[in-house]
């Protein structure tokens, strides 16, 4: 459930993402903001894993917060509305120029010590742990309660260094779940690749737990298109669905082995279903305006209800190449009157990729 944020004069949006695509983000909320009338310009750093979004005089912030669903975003892992940036902080007491930003609020939902994602900012994860009890019991001690309503803002405080500090607040319900937007997975043992937790993280990210529970059952049909080693099928053989694994390379044994399994060696762009299924989900390797045709053609075609894939994206012009992508999809879908659900993200598990999951409606 969303709320609407306090009405401070935030003084920018700041938005977390993987280093190196501070460009792509930047790019990409200056093209959203402005469809929601909240025109402005961007502060990056390249490689810092942030993004500053400063509106123009009389922007908006929290109203376009509230209006503009994170999960609309490609390339932002989480969002904040800044209260203020405060730099040259006191190294015994980092504290209290927090709490002076804080002034009039009496609860909060809960509290975020983030960082950036980067090898500099990961430098800082011992001390945002450290960090964490000490500020918590200084709120307290404030008079701000935490936790005991959801209806509250998220304080937010990243710091891109141990002396700096942006403050911000963010609606639980409109943001990620997870701090630095990162979900906390376990490479499982058995599983045959990394690239398992891809798709693990994708399912978190995209249905909610209700909607994996009633749409990942035992008994349902998949096809995993470039499946080798395995990794994907994995985890759709884990949740007990019956797989066909379509690669022309080898599959790896603990893809094999519960049973649920069908390797067929052909080529994914040119196998079709006897009949449909459930799911599609595909990690090829391949020009990723070649992918998206195929998925949009399985969809529009009915040959599966869901499917979940990845776009490995060029160098370059990475947002402009996610938007043809995307077009691409609404016109195949458009042309053959199908209605559908949409969305895209670049995961903590990608690198030079976003995930794509559509759903016939």
């Known amino acids: 459930m969303s709320i609407m944020l306090p009405a401070y004069p ?17 790019a990409e909320i200056t093209d959203i903001s402005a469809r929601f009338g909240a025109t402005g310009y961007c502060r990056t750093r390249p490689g810092s894993g942030y993004v500053e979004f400063v509106p123009i005089a009389g922007g908006d912030l929290a109203e376009m917060l509230a209006e503009l669903p994170f999960s609309n975003l490609i390339f932002a892992r989480q969002w904040g509305a800044c209260l203020r940036t405060l730099a040259d902080l006191p190294v015994n007491d980092r504290i209290s120029p927090i709490l002076a930003e804080l002034k009039g609020i009496g609860e909060l939902h809960e509290v975020f ?3 950036p994602d980067t090898n500099e900012g990961k430098e800082l994860a011992g001390f945002c742990r450290k960090f964490f009890h000490p500020l918590r019991q200084a709120l307290e001690r404030e008079g701000i309660r935490i936790g005991a309503n959801r209806h509250a803002p998220r304080l937010q405080l990243f710091f891109p260094r141990s002396t700096e500090v942006f403050v911000c607040l963010a609606d639980p319900g409109n943001s990620s779940p997870w701090p630095l937007g990162i979900p906390r997975l376990r490479m499982p043992r058995q599983a045959p690749s990394r690239s398992t937790l891809k798709l693990d993280e994708a399912l978190l990210s995209f249905l909610t737990a209700k909607e994996r529970e009633a749409r990942l059952k035992p008994g349902q049909t998949a096809v995993d298109l470039g499946a080798a080693p395995g990794g994907w099928t994995w985890q759709l053989t884990r949740r007990g669905l019956k797989v066909t694994a379509v690669d022309n390379g080898p599959m790896a044994l603990e893809a094999m ?6 390797h067929l060696r052909t080529d994914g762009f040119k196998y079709r279903p006897p009949h449909p ?3 599609l989900v595909c990690d090829m390797v391949e020009n990723p305006l070649r992918v998206t045709a195929l998925i949009a053609g399985w969809l529009c075609r009915g040959d599966c209800r869901e499917a979940i894939f990845n776009l490995k994206l060029p160098m370059k012009k990475r947002y402009a190449m996610v938007q043809e992508c995307l077009s691409l999809i609404q016109q195949h879908c458009a042309d053959a009157e199908v209605d559908y ?3 895209c993200k670049q995961l903590y598990h990608d690198r030079e990729e976003v995930t794509v999951y559509i759903r016939r409606r």
């Open 10 to 26: 935030y003084q920018a949006l700041l938005l977390q993402c993987r280093g190196g695509f501070e460009n792509d983000c930047a």
């Open 113 to 115: 010590i983030e960082h």
């Open 257 to 262: 082995g519960s049973g649920l399994v069908d």
């Open 277 to 279: 299924v459930e799911w």
């Open 341 to 343: 659900t949409l969305a």
